[in-house]
């Protein structure tokens, strides 16, 4: 029997799947398109940071108008699609569970589903990115039986999100340190989701699909995941003198500790440099230090003990929940950014396209004869 017998990377770490001209890590530093995270970080807005994803370069203001432009038409939900999307349950649900099923239902409404050129997926590429922030606060107003509000067409996601969440005008210095976190979680190279969404992009099938796996693959703890598990864990933890007895057993009992460790980043995550910081202004200003002292003392802890450091989910779970976001949003909320970087990775997948076609390395059993039911 010829089998394949070659090496076996296990979750293909070292293996380069495609070239990519998107984001980028060496070492330490991330860059979108070229330009550091802490450079678009301390400078951009989200939207221009799509911009850029999308089409290698920072825009104009005229771009920039004419991308906002396109968001605000499309944020607001279609009647039909509210009304389908109010049948999906919502209790014991995960929201990523119903997210991914809201996209997926929206595409079966999306005039341009089954055209794959340049201008429709375009098209839907702006309705994806404009209506993910609404979908997820859809989900927090269904499960709370509140109106939904209408997205204002002239503010940006950070702003429409808070105030779909709240229901009222959001707090400018919020939008501000929530449009960051949006900017921090836009792409990561070729992460989980993205390889996920570039592996379906790679039969050629539709964005539609192509995002939804991308949404899938998010979900899982050990990826998008883990920032609800953070503040799940602090919470549990309780309080700053509980983190040490806390720790030594999650430790003697090999559990992972989430938020920290990354396959790429061996010397820390840029990001949660940036978080860190933002982490400690938003628990101080929401009354609430203890989350972050709490997290400094795990992050020292974990660096000493086990050599281990904070990735993206570590800081940005205190971050949100200083802003009263309830713990089961965070992923969604990942996924409202994330979405852009993972449509530039299908564009990027559909224009130097192969499909993604890896071997298995065979450990089963070999030249068995089939044996009738009434034999066995
Ligand atoms: N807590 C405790 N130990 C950890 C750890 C964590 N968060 N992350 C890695 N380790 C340990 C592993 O147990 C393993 O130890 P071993 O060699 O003694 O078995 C070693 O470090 C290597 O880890 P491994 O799981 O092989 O790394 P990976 O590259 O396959 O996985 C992650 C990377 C991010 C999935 C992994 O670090 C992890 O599960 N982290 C927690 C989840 C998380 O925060 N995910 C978000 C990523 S942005």
Same mark, same amino acid.
């Given at each position: 029997?010829?089998?394949?017998?070659?090496?076996?990377?296990?979750?293909?770490?070292?293996?380069?799947?495609?070239?990519?001209?998107?984001?980028?890590?060496?070492?330490?530093?991330?860059?979108?398109?070229?330009?550091?995270?802490? +450079?678009?970080?301390?400078?951009?807005? !989200?939207?221009?940071?799509?911009? &850029?994803?999308?089409?290698?370069? =920072?825009?104009? @203001? $005229?771009?920039?108008?004419?991308?906002?432009?396109?968001?605000?038409?499309?944020?607001?939900?279609?009647?039909?699609?509210?009304?389908?999307?109010?049948?999906?349950?919502?209790?014991?649900?995960?929201?990523?569970?119903?997210?991914?099923?809201?996209?997926?239902?929206?595409?079966?409404?999306?005039?341009?589903?089954?055209?794959?050129?340049?201008?429709?997926?375009?098209?839907?590429?702006?309705?994806?990115?404009?209506?993910?922030?609404?979908?997820?606060?859809?989900?927090?107003?269904?499960?709370?039986?509140?109106?939904?509000?209408?997205?204002?067409?002239?503010?940006?996601?950070?702003?429409?999100?808070?105030?779909?969440?709240?229901?009222?005008?959001? +707090?400018?210095?919020?939008?501000?340190? !929530?449009?960051?976190?949006?900017? &921090?979680?836009?792409?990561?190279? =070729?992460?989980? @989701? $993205?390889?996920?969404?570039?592996?379906?992009?790679?039969?050629?099938?539709?964005?539609?699909?192509?995002?939804?796996?991308?949404?899938?693959?998010?979900?899982?703890?050990?990826?998008?995941?883990?920032?609800?598990?953070?503040?799940?864990?602090?919470?549990?933890?309780?309080?700053?003198?509980?983190?040490?007895?806390?720790?030594?057993?999650?430790?003697?009992?090999?559990?992972?500790?989430?938020?920290?460790?990354?396959?790429?980043?061996?010397?820390?995550?840029?990001?949660?440099?940036?978080?860190?910081?933002?982490?400690?202004?938003?628990?101080?200003?929401?009354?609430?230090?203890?989350?972050?002292?709490?997290?400094?003392?795990?992050?020292?802890?974990?660096?000493?003990?086990?050599?281990?450091?904070?990735?993206?989910?570590?800081?940005?779970?205190?971050?949100?929940?200083?802003?009263?976001?309830?713990?089961?949003?965070?992923?969604?909320?990942?996924?409202?950014?994330?979405?852009?970087?993972?449509?530039?990775?299908?564009?990027?997948?559909?224009?130097?396209?192969?499909?993604?076609?890896?071997?298995?390395?065979?450990?089963?059993?070999?030249?068995?004869?089939?044996?009738?039911?009434?034999?066995?």
């Amino acid at each position: 029997m010829q089998v394949y017998d070659g090496a076996v990377d296990k979750g293909l770490e070292g293996v380069v799947a495609c070239t990519t001209a998107i984001s980028s890590i060496v070492d330490a530093t991330l860059c979108y398109r070229g330009y550091t995270i802490e +450079d678009l970080a301390q400078n951009s807005t !989200f939207e221009e940071v799509v911009f &850029l994803l999308w089409n290698d370069r =920072l825009p104009t @203001s $005229a771009e920039l108008v004419d991308l906002k432009n396109s968001f605000g038409k499309e944020m607001a939900l279609e009647p039909e699609l509210v009304a389908a999307l109010k049948k999906l349950p919502t209790k014991d649900t995960h929201p990523m569970a119903w997210l991914r099923t809201a996209v997926s239902t929206m595409g079966l409404w999306d005039v341009d589903a089954n055209e794959m050129d340049d201008n429709a997926n375009h098209r839907k590429a702006i309705r994806l990115s404009a209506k993910m922030a609404t979908l997820v606060a859809a989900f927090h107003c269904f499960r709370e039986g509140k109106e939904l509000a209408t997205p204002k067409a002239d503010k940006s996601v950070a702003w429409n999100f808070l105030y779909m969440m709240k229901g009222k005008d959001p +707090d400018p210095e919020m939008v501000k340190v !929530f449009d960051t976190c949006l900017i &921090l979680h836009a792409d990561h190279e =070729l992460n989980c @989701s $993205a390889f996920a969404a570039r592996v379906t992009a790679s039969s050629l099938s539709d964005m539609h699909s192509a995002v939804v796996s991308g949404i899938c693959a998010l979900k899982g703890p050990l990826h998008g995941g883990a920032n609800e598990q953070v503040m799940r864990t602090l919470r549990e933890i309780g309080g700053v003198d509980q983190v040490i007895p806390w720790l030594e057993k999650a430790l003697a009992n090999k559990e992972k500790i989430m938020g920290f460790g990354h396959r790429v980043y061996k010397n820390g995550d840029p990001r949660a440099k940036i978080l860190r910081s933002m982490s400690k202004n938003m628990t101080e200003n929401s009354g609430e230090p203890q989350w972050f002292a709490m997290s400094e003392i795990l992050d020292d802890e974990m660096k000493a003990r086990k050599g281990l450091l904070p990735n993206v989910d570590f800081y940005s779970a205190s971050v949100y929940y200083s802003m009263g976001i309830p713990l089961d949003l965070f992923t969604p909320i990942f996924a409202v950014s994330r979405v852009t970087g993972w449509i530039a990775h299908i564009l990027e997948q559909y224009s130097n396209n192969r499909i993604y076609r890896p071997r298995g390395q065979w450990t089963g059993k070999e030249g068995l004869k089939y044996t009738p039911i009434s034999q066995r």
